[in-house]
């Protein structure tokens, strides 16, 4: 049994895993699992840099899961940054700052390289699952890019291309600074036919329509699964493995466009640093369920950040 701690920096949140973990069962025990919305990324897409407070936002963070980390008495740390910290150009202020407080060095991986950590820590339990149909296909739906794996035990396929739910909403829907509430029919198709255009990409290099299941990851897909579950607060042991069917997608995600920030902050599972862009990030989930033909998808909690967590426990044997 291997003690580890796996941190996944993304464009809108942070997110830390403490876990024993055992190469030789499978099993990965979770001691400290937490998420802080920090949106590294913010106006990434826009000025092609970290902003200074957003860079604070994600220090701040850091420095609380130090302290996480030391009191559990991990034996490695690994920290993988994603979509925002790959883009900047001051992403060498962002390196040093996680240096100093950590005293590991972010590695800033590729978009293929993020999908493969995704696609081992949401299938690892699902192998052994006779009922669900190979191969899986991974969506992971993040702030800045969306990763797609194709596979059965073993990664087969896999891309990552730029369309996430805060860079969906920067881009589409922010008019003078402000997220338009709600957003225009015309808004919508645009962002429709950008994510469209990215599933035309993804479609060049993964085989979508082949696969037999489809596993959704990340915020966006949570989310949904707790709207479609009505919640009373958002219960990750519920959502995970949980089923919503496209038609339910389809509906919460119509919703979501038409409904305001209030509606939005009022819904009891909904994360504050989520009623923005969930919008976004749903119509990304229905479009890839449309495109694939899925008629459900699988709702794992376990993600990148566990695949991290296994990687680790790999190299310290």
């Known amino acids: 049994?291997?003690?580890?701690?796996?941190?996944?920096?993304?464009?809108?949140?942070?997110?830390?895993?403490?876990?024993?973990?055992?190469?030789?069962?499978?099993?990965?025990?979770?001691?400290?699992?937490?998420?802080?919305?920090?949106?590294?990324?913010?106006?990434?897409?826009?000025?092609?840099?970290?902003?200074?407070?957003?860079?604070?936002?994600?220090?701040?963070?850091?420095?609380?899961?130090?302290?996480?980390?030391?009191?559990?008495?991990?034996?490695?740390?690994?920290?993988?940054?994603?979509?925002?910290?790959?883009?900047?150009?001051?992403?060498d202020e962002f390196v040093r700052g996680v240096l100093d407080i950590l005293g590991v060095e972010p590695e800033v991986i590729t978009g293929d390289q993020e999908a493969e950590f995704s696609f081992t820590g949401a299938t690892k339990e699902l192998t052994g699952r006779d009922h669900l149909e190979r191969p899986f296909l991974v969506v992971d739906i993040g702030g800045g890019s969306t990763e797609f794996v194709v596979g059965e035990e073993h990664v087969?396929?896999?891309?990552?291309?730029?369309?996430?739910?805060?860079?969906?909403?920067?881009?589409?829907?922010?008019?003078?600074?402000?997220?338009?509430?709600?957003?225009?029919?015309?808004?919508?198709?645009?962002?429709?036919?950008?994510?469209?255009?990215?599933?035309?990409?993804?479609?060049?290099?993964?085989?979508?329509?082949?696969?037999?299941?489809?596993?959704?990851?990340?915020?966006?897909?949570?989310t949904v699964s707790a709207i479609a579950q009505e919640l009373p607060e958002y219960d990750s042991t519920r959502i995970h493995h949980s089923r919503v069917s496209r038609a339910k997608v389809q509906e919460i995600t119509d919703w979501l466009l038409r409904s305001t920030h209030a509606e939005r902050a009022a819904i009891?599972?909904?994360?504050?640093?989520?009623?923005?862009?969930?919008?976004?990030?749903?119509?990304v989930l229905l479009s890839i369920m449309e495109r694939t033909g899925a008629e459900e998808v699988v709702v794992s909690e376990h993600d990148i950040l566990d695949g991290i967590a296994w990687s680790c426990a790999s190299e310290a044997r």
């Open 156 to 222: 087969r396929a896999a891309r990552s291309v730029d369309v996430g739910c805060v860079r969906m909403t920067e881009r589409h829907l922010v008019v003078d600074g402000k997220v338009t509430d709600p957003p225009t029919e015309e808004q919508i198709a645009a962002m429709r036919a950008d994510i469209e255009a990215a599933l035309d990409l993804a479609e060049r290099t993964v085989p979508l329509r082949e696969a037999r299941t489809l596993v959704g990851l990340a915020g966006s897909v949570t």
């Open 268 to 283: 009891p599972s909904m994360h504050p640093g989520r009623v923005d862009v969930i919008g976004a990030g749903a119509l």
């Open 1 to 91: 049994m291997t003690r580890v701690a796996a941190i996944d920096c993304g464009t809108n949140s942070i997110r830390l895993l403490v876990a024993d973990c055992d190469p030789a069962t499978g099993e990965l025990t979770d001691l400290d699992r937490r998420m802080t919305i920090v949106r590294l990324g913010q106006g990434v897409d826009r000025t092609g840099r970290l902003a200074p407070e957003a860079l604070e936002r994600t220090f701040a963070a850091c420095r609380e899961y130090a302290e996480v980390i030391k009191a559990h008495g991990a034996e490695r740390l690994r920290f993988v940054a994603t979509s925002a910290s790959r883009d900047a150009e001051n992403r």
